[in-house]
């Protein structure tokens, strides 16, 4: 017994202090660990953050030049700044803009009366002596769109203006633009979780354009704010201005030594520069706390356990565990192992010279065993290969019946008094993209397009829940904006605990009453063609996705509907179509493509863009669905 009670004590001993030697080296490996993993997260954290609100600013920005741009080209406009006698259809062109466009301001200068119309109601003279109208020389002398933030005190507010010049040749003849809140900016650059992560936008020097605290505008330089060194931050504005789809990450400390992380990102449109960062100690306490509390109760728990786990779970079993190797190792004999003192490792020696002698037997049989094993993995391959063919074959069927919930071509011919053209192309075998039409009443007529994020079967099942929550919701002729809100609420219900999101619009037509109505949800705008008009717009709405919140209010777009008016759906995977040369297809191109041919027939032009998108990437790999539907009114 004195033997045994010693080699307990010894194996207490040395596993120990064996515990408390990996316990250190654990700990001071987790430290390293901890540093890239806080590091890894805050990285990823920084690149989604600015990869959202730049796609998220650029929406703005774009939106907010193509309407300036769209007036700087306009015949009525263009007539009105030559001769004031056109002032009258001018301001309808500046108020249907705002009447479609109602976050955005419309402006006017004729530089032949130097007066100022907003919204299409004149405001005041523009005046050299006035600081408040500094911008308009500064446009003239620049002879080119420029971006700028301006509290005027006429209008009582801060916004961010693009002026646009118009000019025919050599001829200056004044300048036209929009304008969005200050705070409709800020939205977009602010984080919602309430953190000062806040993004800002800055010029080529450095010097802040766009920031949450106003008076930092055009008084701080943004390697000041965050404490950059000044030489590498100059050389990642140089790397991502050289491609303006790269994003730079880099590491800096930070003025009050906090190790941080910061991602810049270039924006061709405005000529300026979108940076954030988040101290990386932010993570610290989220992610070391934890494994420290494990890792002291661990310590704890082991220690005083150690000694009542081995004497009453360890050197019982073992001895018998030797009683029973004893009696498989007596079916055969090789060679004996010298026995060793008399405590438990003698016992189990005595009982491996035993097992020696069944590994000879064992030896033996391998070879049958390997060949066996052998039949064993290629029957499991065969069983295999079967589940794939199988798989392949039920993938098939899923395309059929996901196809089947498109729209048929004979369905749409059906309609006298509307001319429909539609097509769907999906990347994968199933796809994330799905419309369709909808009669309710005599006269009523209901169209949608949604968008799931993702492919494959997840999100072909998503498309037909909400192809059915459509159908069902629709046929009652309520307003679009109730049946946006039953959709959503239907789906977030139907999809709770799930992350992932649906974008989708809506489009009603009343043909006895002769009235339309437009609901979006995250969607890409919907194009609207007034033939009174001759003007192919944007109907600007914004509206939270499906499934991101479960009662959701949509803000409803309406309006009168007449002969040759026409509406075009899409869904991203068109716009966002890019080349070899990593270029975009772009909204503005298929606008251009769109007013080109506005007098054929819907399916006529519906072919003409997927062969233009077809063109212009040139078999370039896609990666998103591309799904369009044309509804013009006869």
């Known amino acids: 017994m004195k033997a045994s009670f010693s080699l307990k004590v010894t194996i207490v001993v040395r596993i120990a202090i064996l515990f408390i030697l990996v316990a250190l080296a654990s700990a001071i490996v987790a430290m390293e660990i901890t540093k890239d993993l806080l590091v890894s997260m805050g990285k990823k954290y920084v690149l989604e953050m600015l990869e959202r609100r730049k796609k998220e600013v650029s929406t703005q920005l774009v939106t907010q030049l193509r309407y300036a741009q769209y007036l700087a080209g306009h015949e009525a406009v263009i007539e009105w700044l030559q001769n004031p006698e056109g002032r009258s259809k001018a301001m309808d062109v500046l108020r249907e803009i705002r009447r479609i466009a109602r976050d955005i301001d419309v402006f006017a200068v004729s530089e032949r009366e130097r007066l100022l119309w907003v919204n299409g109601e004149l405001l005041s003279r523009i005046q050299k002596e006035d600081e408040d109208d500094s911008w308009y020389w500064e446009t003239l002398r620049s002879r080119e769109y420029e971006f700028n933030f301006d509290h005027n005190r006429k209008l009582n507010s801060t916004k961010l203006w693009v002026n646009y010049p118009v000019y025919k040749g050599t001829n200056y003849y004044g300048v036209v633009g929009t304008g969005v809140q200050y705070e409709q900016i800020i939205q977009d650059l602010t984080d919602p979780s309430g953190t000062q992560h806040d993004a800002l ?181 065969n069983a295999l290969q079967y589940k794939d063919d199988y798989i392949k074959h039920e993938l098939a069927i899923a395309r059929k019946i996901q196809m089947a919930l498109v729209p048929a071509r004979d369905k749409c011919m059906r309609y006298d008094s509307l001319d429909i053209g539609f097509r769907y192309q999906a990347m994968e075998d199933l796809g994330g993209d ?44 309520i307003d679009a904006s109730e049946v946006m809100e039953q959709v959503n609420r239907e789906i977030t219900q139907l999809l709770e605990g799930m992350e992932t999101y649906v974008t989708a619009c809506y489009l009603s037509i009343n043909l006895e009453k002769r009235t339309y109505q437009y609901v979006n949800a995250g969607h890409p705008s919907m194009m609207v063609y007034k033939k009174e008009y001759d003007q192919l717009m944007l109907a600007e709405m914004k509206g939270l996705f499906i499934n991101i919140k479960k009662d959701v209010k949509y803000e409803m777009l309406s309006g009168r509907i007449s002969a040759g008016d026409a509406f075009y759906m899409y869904t991203d995977g068109i716009i966002e179509a890019w080349n070899h040369e990593e270029e975009m297809y772009g909204l503005n191109r298929m606008m251009g493509l769109i007013s080109k041919n506005i007098s054929k027939d819907s399916q006529e032009t519906v072919d003409l863009l997927f062969e233009d998108v077809v063109r212009f990437t040139n078999n370039a790999l896609q990666n998103d669905d591309q799904a369009v539907l044309f509804v013009k009114i006869k």
């Open 201 to 381: 936008l800055h010029d080529e020097e450095g010097m802040i354009k766009i920031h949450k605290n106003k008076k930092m505008i055009n008084a701080t330089n943004v390697v000041q704010l965050y404490g950059f060194k000044g030489n590498e931050y100059r050389k990642a504005m140089k790397r991502v201005r050289s491609d303006s789809h790269t994003i730079e990450i880099f590491l800096f400390m930070h003025e009050d030594r906090e190790e941080s992380v910061a991602a810049v990102a270039w924006l061709p449109l405005v000529r300026w520069y979108l940076v954030t960062s988040i101290p990386i100690g932010e993570y610290r306490f989220s992610v070391i706390t934890p494994f420290l509390t494990v890792q002291l109760i661990s310590l704890i728990l082991i220690l005083l356990s150690l000694w009542t786990i081995l004497q009453k779970n360890v050197f019982g079993p073992l001895l018998k565990i030797c009683g029973h190797l004893d009696r498989i190792g007596k079916l055969s004999y090789i060679e004996e192992i010298p026995a060793l003192e008399k405590n438990e490792f003698g016992k189990v020696v005595e009982s491996i010279n035993a097992m020696q002698t069944g590994l000879k037997s064992y030896s033996e049989n391998m070879k049958e065993l390997v060949q066996l094993r052998t039949v064993e993995l290629e029957n499991a391959y």
């Open 434 to 477: 799905l419309f369709d039409i909808i009669r309710f009443g005599r006269n009523g007529f209901g169209f949608f397009m949604i968008d799931v994020c993702g492919h494959g079967v997840p999100a072909s099942l998503i498309t037909a829940m909400v192809k059915v929550s459509f159908n069902t919701h629709a046929k009652w002729g």
